[in-house]
């Protein structure tokens, strides 16, 4: 209505040939600022977690990569390609650890921070590492590596294998496998990506046998290391005897870990056993809605997390592609794990008794942490499961991944 009580009050002081070019004017100022601000709407980019470049580059099919001749040498520059550092990846925790097992066996060690998503520094890396997760190795950028003399190069998360691939230099590519990542998306861009990474011919090194039998149905080489926990962290140093209590891991941002499932299960058991304190712990869960009481520890040290442990009777772990490293730190420390049963874990686990494994339903689930914490000689329990779990360190699965690379990358003697 303003605007045109306006075209009528100027039509009527400066007739209609100046009022007509006015509106045309107007009109067209109006166009120019639309069309401005149109043009600085960013657009969307393609995202398939890694380099554009990198995956349209990666032609493994008709330019397949072929692994060098062995060389004879009992001491290596070992590679590894990394996605920027995130503290509470357990991922990178693993990686840190070998990487540390092949350092102290006097191998050289670099790590190339590879930049396809999200920036990080190399030396902030560095940082990152030496204070978060125990290790001093000299990191540089992913552009770096075509100029460094490696002997092994590691390719480690799926999108970090596209660089690896496409590098030309005469390095022995192997793959350091924790995960079936394809299971990480629904059936799309990113599922086909990561699949298409064991088609590469990288010899791989999986964690757990799990993982060599679902690389090796896209003809993948590769071999295993079994899981271990850390014993001078999560062996009880006295006895203590146990809270009504009970712990969960929790990690709504990794959808694998099945966070709501296990909300829906600790809300069951806390119908059943409401007098019992629950722990949450691997991720800050405060802006969640959960229906129970229950303790947020969120990210926490493994001297932490080592306590809550040995407070606990139980602790819900569940893990829906390969399994958690966190059985076999619960058992050490006298927690007993209930978790989803299934190949993927009982593969990588073994077939342990000590372990609680239910289907995969909140009521089965609930049922099983109902079991545990119903039974009168939990203490006991607990202390037997500990003392069960004394051999399984990591020291043996170093050992196996130090002699799986100089198998197949040297003509070294192998014993």
């Known amino acids: ?68 001749k062995k060389i004879n040498k009992t001491k290596l520059n070992i590679g590894w390609v990394l996605s920027p550092i995130s503290i509470g990846s357990g991922g990178q925790h693993t990686i840190a650890r070998f990487a540390k097992s092949l350092q102290e066996r006097g191998h050289s060690i670099t790590f190339f ?13 560095h940082q990152l590492l030496k204070e978060h997760f125990d290790i001093d190795v000299p990191c540089l950028p992913m552009s770096q590596a075509e100029k460094e003399d490696i002997d092994v190069l590691f390719a480690t998360g799926w999108e970090t294998a596209y660089p690896v691939f496409n590098m030309k230099n005469p390095a022995h590519k192997m793959y350091f496998v924790q995960d079936f990542e394809p ?97 949450f712990f691997g991720w800050d869960v405060s802006d969640y809605d959960i229906p129970f009481p229950y303790e947020n520890r969120g990210i926490i040290s493994p001297a932490e997390l080592s306590s809550i442990y040995h407070d606990s009777q139980a602790c819900l772990v569940l893990s829906l592609t390969n399994a958690s490293l966190l059985p076999l730190e619960l058992l050490a420390a006298g927690c007993v794990p209930v978790m989803n049963d299934g190949e993927n874990n009982r593969l990588v686990i073994g077939e342990n008794s000590d372990i609680v494994y239910t289907l995969d339903s909140p009521i089965e689930l609930a049922k099983g942490l109902d079991e545990v914490v119903s039974d009168p000689d939990i203490e006991a329990r607990c202390q037997r499961i500990s003392k069960s779990a004394e051999s399984s360190s990591w020291d043996a699965s170093y050992e196996k991944f130090a002699k799986i690379i100089m198998r197949e990358v040297t003509t070294a003697n192998h014993e």
């Not at 149905?217 to 009504?244: C, H, N, Q, V, W």
């Open 113 to 125: 921070i590879y930049e396809s998503i999200s920036r990080q520094p190399a030396d902030y890396s």
């Open 1 to 68: 209505m303003k605007y045109i009580s306006v075209f009528f009050q100027y039509l009527r002081h400066n007739g209609i040939k100046v009022t007509f070019e006015r509106c045309l004017s107007f009109m067209k100022r109006k166009l120019r600022r639309s069309h401005a601000a149109q043009s600085v709407i960013p657009k969307r980019p393609i995202d398939v977690m890694t380099s554009v470049e990198d995956v349209v580059k990666a032609d493994f099919v008709t330019e397949p990569y072929i692994a060098p």
């Open 183 to 279: 299971l990480f998306y629904g059936m799309g861009s990113k599922a086909v990506l990561a699949e298409n990474t064991y088609r590469f011919g990288f010899y791989g090194i999986t964690a757990g046998c799990w993982l060599t039998k679902k690389v090796g149905e896209y003809g993948m080489k590769a071999d295993f290391f079994d899981f271990g926990a850390d014993l001078d962290i999560y062996r009880p140093t006295e006895k203590t005897s146990k809270k009504k209590q009970i712990c969960f891991y929790a990690r709504p941002v990794t959808e694998r870990r099945a966070f709501e499932i296990g909300v829906l299960t600790l809300t069951k058991f806390h119908q059943m056993h409401p007098d019992y304190n629950i722990v």
